[in-house]
């Protein structure tokens, strides 16, 4: 059974632009989850989404954005990028909600490196 | 505040030894904790996940314990492998939340 994918894995964009990182979840997985990991702050949660409605929300501005499809697929998008924003953006997926109990592996992805110069 | 900890920062250890690494938390209420490992670049991996009815879980040479009383967990590493070199995170979920440990950073030398 195939993974959680993300693309693209590496990304160069300059200061004001902004990007848009993809995700497909594993086959059957309704939630999918958006993660920022930086040297300094470790993994913070972005967003979360299940059957296409953002469920919860991190402590991240506006700029952060995304959105889920009929087919659990998920993008995300953060606009008028700063250096800040460097990170690695990290996806995962699970049968149910993150914050649900027992069974309910999360499986995450390699990740997309975004480097803001 | 939701919060969860991880010591040691780093470990440097012998291929070989045993290790235990640590996470307190004060995330309420509390659902689960899991423990993942994420080589250099790569996503993280699923070790374990306990709920608070949960004392210990194994998966191989990992053994995670949870204390829910004192909020405190810990991963025990048997006979340590050059591919155990990772980060280890702790992450705790609760209600809508997920709280993420900084990780600890783990050197096996050969």
């Known amino acids: 059974k195939a993974g959680v994918t993300q693309t693209p894995r590496y990304l160069i964009k300059t200061r004001g632009q902004q990007v848009t990182l993809s995700c497909s979840p594993i086959s059957g997985h309704r939630s999918v989850s958006w993660y920022q990991q930086t040297p300094g702050q470790g993994l913070q949660f972005l967003f979360e989404?299940?059957?296409?409605?953002?469920?919860n929300k991190g402590n991240f501005p506006g700029r952060f954005s995304g959105r889920q499809f009929s087919n659990s697929r998920s993008e995300m998008n953060v606009s008028t990028l700063e250096l800040g924003d460097s990170a690695l953006y990290l996806c995962?997926?699970?049968?149910?909600?993150?914050?649900?109990?027992?069974?309910?592996?999360?499986?995450f992805g390699e990740g997309s490196w975004l480097t803001v110069v | 505040k939701n919060q969860v900890e991880q010591s040691p920062q780093s470990l440097i250890i012998l291929e070989g030894k045993n290790c235990t690494l640590q996470c307190n938390y004060t995330v309420s209420p509390f659902s689960n904790l899991r423990w993942y490992k994420q080589d250099t670049g790569r996503g993280p991996v699923s070790l374990t996940i306990m709920t608070f009815s949960e004392n210990t879980k194994s998966n191989g040479r990992y053994t995670a314990t949870l204390d829910a009383d004192t909020k405190q967990s810990s991963l025990h590493i048997t006979a340590s492998q050059l591919s155990d070199s990772a980060s280890y995170i702790c992450v705790v979920s609760g209600d809508d939340k997920i709280i993420f440990g900084k990780g600890t950073r783990l050197h096996i030398l050969p």
């Open positions: 989404y299940f059957s296409e409605t953002q469920r």
């Open positions: 995962a997926s699970s049968l149910r909600l993150v914050g649900q109990q027992t069974g309910n592996t999360i499986y």
